[in-house]
């Protein structure tokens, strides 16, 4: 399993519900509400095989309320 970690920006007023979605679909591992540029930080696992920007665009981007998003990819440390 690959680990990224989905920074995103909701529309003003419409953060609530993306989380709220984002609960749903019960396949994340973390969820955060931050402060500064970012509403949300998303710790989600990608499934061995799977194509990480496919997944995220399929599983994240569809969310209706999410303005922008910055992922920021894992690698193993040692």
């Known amino acids: 399993m690959n680990t990224v970690f989905i920074q995103i ?4 007023g ?3 519900q993306v989380a709220d979605e984002i609960a749903l679909r019960e ?3 973390e969820l955060h509400s931050t ?3 970012w509403d949300l930080l998303l710790k989600l696992y990608i499934p061995e095989g799977e194509d990480t920007g496919r997944f995220i ?3 994240i981007l ?3 309320g999410i303005e922008r998003t910055h ?3 894992t690698f193993k440390a040692f």
């Open 71 to 73: 992922t920021i990819l």
């Open 14 to 16: 419409s953060t609530y």
């Open 35 to 37: 402060s500064g540029d």
């Open 27 to 29: 396949n994340y591992a």
């Open 57 to 59: 665009n399929d599983y």
């Open 62 to 64: 569809d969310i209706e």
């Open 9 to 12: 920006r909701c529309k003003p």
